[in-house]
């Protein structure tokens, strides 16, 4: 391991470091331990924790972070399980190993800790006298406490530090604030949940706004978004709405029409962009890579019934494509891997001058 990685850092100087954020670091570094907090026998956890016993005024959270000396047990050589007179004390490896952090920001000791200052200097006084007994029993309520402080502050804490951003307890919160908060609704989208989330001021608004959907494109991929709203179509009437003879609504022009599609004002939106660079272009087609995501974005943010017609502008200095003229460039567009495609790579007549641009259709029919 260098020398210069952070938990060698940490074992040299802890005073440095922030209590939660001394913990985090040495689970991350000893993922097989058990976690603090959680576990019934305190040897297995990552690290021994000892809070402050005397009345001390300390000038940091942690004083000091070292290896525990083994712990010796005896072994019964009987099926009684008592002990033999050739026992002999034996070295447990597993605990060998444990690390042990002195915290002094809380614990039943010190200035402002519940145990009266008489019992303080009683343990000064053991400590004297070479007895460390007294206040390792007391250090088994400190395990116990400081674990259980380290977990409430990872979990109650909205802005808990040195946590992963997916198990953070701000996470929940944004999701539903996304619409995204259940566990079938994860990593289903054409974009990530994580940009979705960074996007949740916008997101959680419900009235839905064409303001706040050229916010989402530009925020996202740094284009310049225009949209035309009332874009009508013909939307299919469902079996329900159909009137029949003999029954309710078959007036003809009162509260009746003949057919079985009406015309619907409110059914799409036209999405243009542009002008853009060709790669640009050429990933908002539908055989590119931004199309889908696009129109993914859209169905989540409208809702898929909402129709979206997309208009995209190529830049006049980034036409590449050949469009049957005589002043069309001499590289054709094929020859970058894209195959000519009438209307959209590909245009008949013309000037070099004439704007190029091409409209895709929805994709789904409108139905009320």
Known sequence: MPANTLINELFAAPYRFEFAQALALLEKCYPRKTPLGTGLDPRQETVRLSGPLYPLFYPSALASLSK???????????????????????????????????????????PDGPLPYVYQEWLQGRRLQKDYAPAAFLDLFHQRILGQLYRVQGKHRIAAPFTPPDRSAVQP????????????????????????LARVPILANRRRSVEGFKALVASYWGDALTIRQFDGAWSNLPASHLSLLGQKNNTLGHNAVAGKRIWDEHAGITLTLGPLSLDKYLAYLPTGKLYDKLMALAAFYFGPEMRCRLVLKLSPDAKTASDGSKESPARPLSKTGTPFLLGQTTWLGGSSN??????????TAATL
């Open 173 to 196: 919160l944004l999701r539903a604030l996304a619409g995204i908060l259940p566990k079938p609704l994860h990593n289903r989208q054409q974009i990530s949940d994580q940009a979705l």
């Open 68 to 110: 525990t000396s083994p712990r010796l047990c005896f072994r019964a050589s009987t099926k009684t399980f008592k002990l033999s007179l050739k026992s002999k004390p034996v070295k447990r490896r597993s605990h060998a190993s444990q690390l042990e952090l002195q915290a002094c920001h809380f614990g039943l000791g010190g």
């Open 354 to 363: 004439t704007p190029r641009q091409c409209q895709i259709a929805p994709k």
